[in-house]
């Protein structure tokens, strides 16, 4: 896809770049980004868990190419003052409040997790190409993004069934379920189509990310 290249995304680190200057995520090794910083403009967060925020490629990010912006939700900026993140390059977004930034329109939405967490929708200006990006979330009912270019959205499994079973192999074996914490904060693959059914109104393009992958 032009518009997005795929760095990593599942529950072993994420990271995203849209337009090739908005890196979407650090929650890999620096290594991982390397190539693509000197182009970065804007650096979206979603929320604090490591899969998603790695501080020691974020600050490695800054030091590289200090003129990046860091657009980010309120609940994080005391984790990143706290990591000496300098406060001139921290953009703090108001949930459902669009702001305009360099060649974007950028608009956080709301997702449903154990910790805060934003979704975003994403309309570069020059072009009109609009994405839509949320993972990490339980549902996606309260959120309308229709007409998206590109849906970017969780599809961490298949079905409730699916991991309902999966719960129960675990207990059968006396195992803690892990599975147990996903029902509550993230989205099967069904909950997106339906999303998509809704809200895919041009026949954009749609990518399931976020899968989650077992360990071997």
Request: aromatic share 16%; glycine share 6%; no cysteine.
């Given at each position: 896809m032009d518009n997005l290249?795929?760095?990593?995304?599942?529950?072993?680190?994420?990271?995203?770049?849209?337009?090739?200057?908005?890196?979407l995520d650090i929650g890999v090794p620096f290594s991982k980004i390397k190539p693509y910083i000197q182009n970065i403009k804007y650096i979206l967060l979603t929320h604090c868990h490591t899969d998603h925020f790695n501080i020691k490629t974020l600050k490695k990010a800054i030091y590289e190419n200090p003129n990046i912006r860091i657009i980010c939700g309120w609940f994080l900026v005391e984790k990143l003052v706290d990591n000496n993140i300098p406060k001139k390059n921290i953009f703090v977004l108001e949930l459902d409040k669009t702001y305009i930034v360099g060649d974007y329109v950028i608009t956080p939405v709301m997702a449903i997790h154990d910790v805060g967490n934003f979704g975003y929708l994403i309309q570069n200006s020059k072009t009109g190409f609009k994405v839509f990006h949320i993972s990490d979330t339980s549902s996606v009912d309260h959120i309308e993004a229709k007409g998206c270019n590109l849906y970017a959205i969780e599809g961490n499994y298949e079905t409730d069934d699916e991991l309902r079973e999966k719960i129960k192999q675990d207990e059968e074996q006396g195992k803690y379920s892990h599975y147990k914490r996903v029902f509550n904060t993230h989205l099967s693959q069904v909950q997106a189509i339906n999303f998509l059914d809704r809200n895919n109104t041009n026949g954009g393009d749609y990518i399931f990310i976020h899968q989650h992958k077992e360990e071997k």
């Open positions: 290249k795929i760095i990593a995304s599942s529950s072993n680190g994420n990271a995203y770049v849209y337009f090739e200057n908005i890196l």
